[in-house]
């Protein structure tokens, strides 16, 4: 993996190139998607490309929609809207697009801006570390999803909010349980213990998700897998693999999970 060269002669869109794309032009600095393609007959993804706009980095600083997109309109799920958000290929509703970025970007203004009064140099190494790892975790969630992974609104819940500050143990078990969540910035009270303000490690969950997807299994047909396979999913019931998904999350008829 590199940096693609102006003079390259290979281009992101050829599906034989999957890449991390910065792009500058769509007016909404809260944007980051993480689409994949997908063979109709086999299942398995062949090219996949994260897509972040510029503008994410710089909305720390101001949001740029005040001066640059004066008519628009927040972007919400259930809009009617120019472009496509990331879709995992069995999936068909809104309720189970990613609006990830849409309410991060928010919620890490909020923190930088909070952070910033505590005394932080908004231009200093603190806030470009703070940038840096929040790009980190939003382009593991999006990575997550061009693997096939689905949101997991659960992980969130594996470790208590005294955990989450002990750094120790998130460098170990991860933030919280998997990247696939909508993580909020974790800061603490003014003077307390601090652990990390984003998660840039991957949770119990998504090592346990992506071995049963993606583990090699020595066998010459689907049937044969199927024994280790059940032997991964037994796993299921761990506390620290905690799981749910966009329709137990709330807002729909198949509100399941009263958490
Ligand atoms: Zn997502």
């Known amino acids: 993996m590199g940096q693609q060269p102006d003079n390259a002669d290979w281009d992101p869109a050829d599906v034989r190139y999957s890449t991390l794309r910065w792009f500058a032009g769509y007016p909404d600095p809260g944007f980051a998607e ?5 063979n109709p007959l086999t299942g398995e993804i062949y090219d996949a490309d994260i897509r972040f706009d510029a503008g994410m980095t710089r909305f720390f600083r101001r949001e740029i929609n005040e001066y640059v997109n004066p008519a628009g309109t927040p972007w919400m799920p259930w809009m009617e809207e120019p472009r496509k958000p990331f ?24 923190a930088f801006d909070l952070l910033t009064a505590r005394g ?15 790009l980190v975790e939003i ?13 997991n609104f659960r992980a969130s819940t594996i470790h208590t909010l ?3 500050q002990d750094a120790t143990l998130t460098a170990k078990e991860g933030l ?8 909020p910035t974790n800061i603490s009270t003014e003077g307390q213990k601090q652990g990390p303000y984003h998660q840039t490690t991957l949770g119990p969950y998504d090592y346990w998700a992506i071995e049963y997807a993606y583990k090699p299994i020595a066998a010459n047909t689907p049937d044969e897998e199927l024994p280790e396979l059940a ?3 037994s796993r299921a019931a761990e ?21």
């Open 239 to 259: 506390p620290q693999l905690a799981y749910d998904t966009d329709e137990e999350r709330g807002g729909g008829p198949f509100d399941m999970d009263p958490g």
């Open 231 to 233: 032997k991964i999913a």
């Open 34 to 38: 993480g689409p994949s393609r997908v």
């Open 87 to 110: 879709l995992a290929p069995w999936h068909n509703r809104p309720a189970e697009f990613c609006d990830l970025v849409g309410g991060a970007v928010r919620d890490a203004e909020f």
């Open 162 to 164: 005294e955990q989450a």
């Open 176 to 183: 919280t349980g998997s990247v696939m969540d909508y993580i």
């Open 120 to 134: 932080m140099d908004p231009q200093g190494p603190e806030a470009n570390q703070f940038v840096h790892d929040y």
């Open 139 to 151: 382009a593991a969630h999006e990575v997550g999803h061009t693997l096939g992974l689905r949101h």
